[in-house]
């Protein structure tokens, strides 16, 4: 018995690299301020803590990949 295969839809039709760049902009302070559940940022919070930033930030990538939550850059810059 296979998994089935999960299709992850490119929201904001950016590249990789971009979204890999977007992730990074994602802090331990600022964290507190993006718009995204909880459970998200309980995640990045525990990530940080037990592997450091790039996994908690590499964590919340199909998340933006996705557009469940806005594109850093653009959330930052409008504050």
Known sequence: MSMPE?????????????VQKEVLILT???????????????????????FGPQTARTATIPYVWQGKVPLPSEY????
């Open 6 to 18: 999960t299709e992850l839809v490119n929201y904001y039709n950016i590249t990789p690299e971009q």
């Open 28 to 50: 331990l302070e600022n964290i507190r301020e993006f718009p995204c559940t909880t459970s998200l940022r309980d995640q990045f919070y525990s990530m940080w803590q037990r």
């Open 76 to 79: 930052f810059s409008g504050k």
